[in-house]
C-alpha cells in the first residue's frame, strides 16, 4: 500500500456543532444499530429505502416500527418500486396504513405511454438508502433490507449532528416528489462543512456526486482507493481514472468475485481490465461473500460513501445519495476497511489477464456495446 493505515478507528469529535459518525463493516451490525435506533424513537422514523423485502428481517422492522407509531411516532416509508417489486402491488400498503404507517412507493413498474413526461422515467429508480429518527439520528450506505443479505460484506454508516439535518431534508424533498407535490420543500445545507449529503439527480447539471467525485479524481496526487460491486464506468470516469494512474498516483479498486446479478455485469466490469491494467491500475477481486460496499477515498483528504455504484445506471439514470466528506479521521477509518479486504481478495496482474481465452475477449468486447444500458 502506498500509504501505512492505523486500523484502530480514530476517534470522533464530541462537539455539539460536529458530525458524529460509526462505521459498519457487517449488514449485521448496522441491521443491529439501525433497529434499536428505531426501538427508543420519541418523534419521527423516515426510511428511504431501495430494496425492502418482507422477510424475517423486514417483518422485524415493521414490528418496531408500528409499536414506535402506536406511541404517537410519524413513521414514513418509501420504498423503490422496482426494488422493493416483492411488495409493490400487495396488501402491505394497507396493513401498513392500519399500523399508523404511511408507505409510498417510487414510480410504477408499468410506464405511462400517454404522459410524455413519465414514459422514460420509468428508468430512473430510487436507489437512495436513508434512514433518520428523531431528527437527530441518520444511516446511509449500501445496506438494504433482506435477509439473503447477511453475509454480504456491506459500508454503513451511522450519524449525528448538522448533517442529519441535510439527510432529513433529502428524504423530504423525495418524499414530496413521490406525492407529486408542489412546490417541493426548500432545500437545506448542513452547519459543518466538513460532511454533506450529496445527491445525483437523472438530469444534467444536477449529478452532483459523479462531478463531486470527478473534480476529487483529477486532484489525486497519492492515492484513490475504490470499492465497488459494479463497475461500468462512463468514458468521462474511466479517462479521469486512467490519467490519475498515468500521473503516478497509486489506483487500486476493489470489485467483487462474482455479483449478486446476472453475469452480465460481471463481464461487463471485466471489459474493462485490459485498460486499467495498461495504466498500472491495481485491480482486487473480493473472494468468499460478495462485497456489495460503495465507497471511495482520495488521499486520506476526501472520502464519500453511500448508495452510488460506479456504473452507467447510478452515475447516470438514478437518484443518488452519498456523504461526501473532508474529514482525515473518517476517510483514514474507510480506508482502514478497504486495508482489510484487500487482504480477503485476490489481485488480478496483467500477465494473469493476457493468458485468458480467445472467446472471452470476444465477449468482453461484445459486453460493451451496451454498457450504456448497465
Known amino acids: ?78 420504498w423503490d418500486a422496482a426494488g422493493s417489486f416483492t411488495i409493490f402491488g400487495s396488501d402491505l400498503s394497507s396493513e401498513l396504513r392500519k399500523k399508523g404507517i404511511e408507505l409510498h412507493f417510487w414510480r410504477t413498474l408499468i410506464p405511462s405511454y400517454f404522459k ?24 446511509t450506505g449500501s445496506i438494504s433490507v433482506r435477509d439473503s443479505m447477511k453475509s454480504w460484506r456491506d459500508t454503513n454508516a451511522r450519524f449525528e449532528g448538522p448533517v442529519v439535518r441535510e439527510m432529513l431534508n433529502a428524504f423530504d424533498r423525495m418524499w414530496a416528489r413521490a406525492k407529486d407535490q408542489k412546490p417541493l420543500p426548500r432545500r437545506v445545507r448542513a452547519r459543518d462543512r466538513e460532511f454533506r449529503y450529496i445527491t445525483n439527480y437523472p438530469s444534467p447539471g444536477r449529478r452532483h456526486i459523479y462531478a463531486q467525485l470527478i473534480e ?29 494512474a498515468h500521473r503516478g498516483v497509486d489506483v487500486q479498486i476493489i470489485l467483487p468475485e462474482r455479483t449478486d446479478h446476472y453475469p452480465t455485469l460481471d463481464y461487463a466490469a471485466r471489459s474493462y481490465f485490459n485498460t486499467l491494467l495498461a495504466s498500472r491500475v491495481r485491480i482486487f477481486l473480493y473472494e468468499g461473500t460478495i462485497i456489495h460496499s460503495k465507497s471511495i477515498i482520495v488521499d486520506g483528504e476526501w472520502a464519500t460513501v453511500g448508495s452510488m455504484n460506479l456504473d452507467s445506471a447510478s452515475l447516470l439514470y438514478n437518484y443518488e445519495a452519498n456523504i461526501i466528506t473532508t474529514n482525515a479521521k473518517f476517510a483514514e477509518e474507510l480506508s482502514a476497511h478497504f486495508v482489510r479486504d484487500i487482504q480477503k481478495s485476490k489481485e488480478v496482474t496483467r500477465e494473469e489477464w493476457s493468458k485468458r481465452f480467445f472467446t472471452e475477449k470476444i465477449l468482453f468486447a461484445a459486453i460493451r456495446l451496451i454498457k450504456k444500458f448497465l
Not at 3 to 26: G, R
Open 1 to 78: 500500500m502506498t500509504s501505512p493505515i492505523d486500523q484502530t478507528p480514530a476517534p470522533q469529535s464530541s462537539t455539539p456543532n460536529k458530525t458524529q459518525w460509526e462505521l459498519y463493516a457487517s449488514n449485521e451490525e448496522a441491521w443491529a444499530a439501525m433497529i434499536a435506533d428505531c426501538a427508543t424513537a420519541q418523534k419521527s422514523i423516515d426510511l428511504e429505502q431501495f430494496i425492502f423485502v418482507n422477510d424475517d428481517l423486514g417483518k422485524k422492522l415493521i414490528d418496531i416500527c408500528a409499536e414506535r407509531a402506536s406511541h404517537g411516532v410519524k413513521v414514513r416509508f418509501l
Open 116 to 139: 410524455v413526461p413519465n414514459f422514460r422515467s420509468w428508468y430512473l429508480r430510487n436507489h437512495r438508502r436513508t434512514l433518520v429518527i428523531d431528527n437527530a439520528i441518520a444511516y
Open 216 to 244: 476529487a479524481l483529477r486532484s489525486a496526487r497519492k492515492y484513490v482507493y475504490i470499492t465497488t460491486p459494479y463497475f461500468v464506468p462512463t468514458h468521462r470516469l474511466l479517462r479521469v481514472i486512467k490519467l490519475a
